[in-house]
Every structure is written in C-alpha cells, then in structure tokens.
C-alpha cells in the first residue's frame, strides 16, 4: 500500500484527480488535503468519501507545522500537488494570497517531503500540477511547447511559475524527483462559477447578464477536465523524473466564439428561442494586462505516453452544460453564500 496526498482535491480539478486514483487504485491510500478555500467543497466528492482507500483531512499547506506532522504521521510515498488559489481576477485584487499560497505553501510542501526522506528518494515522486499561464501571451500565431521561456504577466500567473522554479529547483540541488504538467484552460462539472464557462452557464439560467472582457477575442485552449486527471495519471505513472508535460487539446477558441457555442447549446437545452441567450452578451470594462492568446502544444504528451483527449469540445461542452442543468443544489449552494459579494463587486 503506497500513501499518496493530494493537495487541493474538493477544488474543481482535484475532485476529479482524486475520485480516479481512489477508483482506480485499491493499492493506493489517498489522502486529501485541503483547507477547504471559498472554492473548495465536499459535495464535489460524496460519492468516494465512504471509500476504505480516501481519508479527507482539512488543513492549509500555509501551516508549516501541520504540514510538517502529516508528512511524518503518514510517510507520503507521493505528492500530487493541486492546491493554489486559481482565478486571475482575484489574483488582481488579492495578490498576497497567491503569493502565500501557491509559492510559500508549495516550498513547504516540498520541505517536509525532504524531511521525512532524507533525501533518499527511492520510487518516490513529487508532481506539481500547474498552467499554462506560466508562458506569457502569445500573438496570432505559435504554441507553447515545453521548451517556451516563462513570461508570466498577471499574479496568478507569476506565483504559479515561481511555485514550478521552486519544484525544479529542489530537483536539481537536493535530487528531489518531480514532474511538472503545464495545463491549458480546463471545462467541466465541479467548477467554481467565476471562471468563463460555469458563471456564464449560471447566468443564461437565471437570465443575468453576460459580462465579455474587452473585445471578446481574446484566445483560450480548452481540455475537458476529466482528459486533465487522465493525463496526469498517465504522467504520475509513466513520464520521466524531472520533465516537463505540457496537456491542452489542441482546441483553440476566441472567448466570443465560444460564448456563442454555449448560447446556442442553451437555447436548446432550456428549450427557448434560438438567440435568447446571446441577448445577454454584455461588453464590460477589460480585465487588467489581459493575456491576449494561450495555446498548448501537447506533441509532446502525445507521442511519449499516448495521451490524446477523449471528447471534442462540443461534446465535452454538451456534457458540462447537462450536469449544471441536472445538479441545481450544487450551484445554489455556492451561489446563495459570499459568491453574492463577490459578484458585487466583480460585475455590479
Ligand atoms: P480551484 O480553485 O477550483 O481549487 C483549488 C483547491 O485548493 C480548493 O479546493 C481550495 O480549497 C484548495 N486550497 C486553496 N488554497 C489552499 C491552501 N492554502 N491550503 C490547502 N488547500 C488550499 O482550482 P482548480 O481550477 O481545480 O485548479 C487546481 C490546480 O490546477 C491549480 O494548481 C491550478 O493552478 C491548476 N490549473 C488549473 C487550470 C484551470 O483551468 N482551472 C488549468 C491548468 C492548471
Ligand atoms: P477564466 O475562466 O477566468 O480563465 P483564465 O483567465 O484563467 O483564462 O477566463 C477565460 C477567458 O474569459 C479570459 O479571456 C477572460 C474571459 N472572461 C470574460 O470575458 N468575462 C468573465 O466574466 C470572465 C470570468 C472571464
């Protein structure tokens, strides 16, 4: 039985990296940490949480003290590493807190895996789990492979690719084994309604309007999230000590395309007249040093481990929409509570 923490696992990508290693692993104890964050939440994981291989424990990877004591209770054979505060917008309001978080709680965790190791690392492995965002913007043309030079340009973005400098770094001087993946932007059930998909899902329900950043062509790479925890259990398992995965879909949208596409599925699925929903589209006042283009190229990931996603986008975003549609408590759920200050200040 190998111990396995994975940190961040009631968010939006975790819940799902977590509920796979739980099903798919009978020789694996999971333990989930998490502090339990505004986007952390249990009920993203009640069907694995009776399960005799998963024990929840809430804590902050903030705490060195804590995080130091369940390394040495539970020995973790494995870390994959999820935790972070994760939206850009409130990167720009809250810098602090991505600071403290993904950079400072990401050297602890790193920390107390060497204590309890020594440095002695046999089939052991730190993997951290990050974006794509670490790159920078692109222009009208290019992808980022694994070899693109960091240039991160909002707080999210830059604690983010101090935490994977941090990771490497302990690599190279204590021979700390580690992988790193770079994602594009992820879509599916379970995520948090500030990012793009979720809140405008949210808001074509309840008739609100749709707030469009700027000109609305800003770019964005978009991965099914389940493909995002299939990926990395591909990488957790077969790719190499120290590299670098980028994993993205090859699936390019302008955010105004996009916004159309989940219109139109909509309408249909509300069962309203075609064009009902894009009334809503709203143009609001440009996010700040807004990144003008991401996209991946996972031609890397493909051709070393076989990974290729297993839906396309309209299909992906079919299924999103039908389990907002089908899980209504969940999004009230958040909704009724601080989100309405949030949205406040955010969009009124
Ligand atoms: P999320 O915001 O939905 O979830 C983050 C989780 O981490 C929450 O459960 C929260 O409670 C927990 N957390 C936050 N601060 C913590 C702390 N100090 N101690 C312990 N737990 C804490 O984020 P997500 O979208 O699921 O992203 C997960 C990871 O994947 C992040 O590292 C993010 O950078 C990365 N990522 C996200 C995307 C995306 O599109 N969402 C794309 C690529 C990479
Ligand atoms: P988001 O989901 O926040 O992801 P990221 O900023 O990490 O890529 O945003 C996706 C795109 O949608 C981004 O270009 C910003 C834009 N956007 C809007 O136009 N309006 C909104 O209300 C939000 C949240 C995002």
Redesign the pocket.
Known sequence: MKNILI?????????HVVRLFVNNYPNYHIYN?????????LENITDISEASNYTFVK????DIDFINALFKKHQFDAVI???????VDRSITNPNDFI???ML?TANLLNAFRAIWQDNYEDKLFYH?????VYGSLGKTGLFTETTSYDPQSP?AAS?ASSDHIVRAYGNTYGLPFVIS??????GAN??PE?LIPLFINNIKTSKSLPVYGDGQYTRDW?FVED?ATAIDLIFHKGKNEETYN?GGFNEWTNLDLIHLLCEQLDEKLGQEKGTAAKLITYVKDRAGHDRRYAIDATKLSNELGWNPSVTFEQGLSKTIDWYLENEAWMNNITSGSYKEYYKKMYE
């Open positions: 940190t961040g696992g009631a968010g939006f990508i975790g819940s940490l998490d502090a339990l964050t505004y986007a952390g939440n804590g902050n990877i903030k590493h999820l935790a972070a505060e994760s939206h403290e978080t993904n709680g789990v990050s974006t794509d965002e999210y983010k770079n994602c594009s932007n992820n879509y995520q948090f990012k991965l995002h994993i």
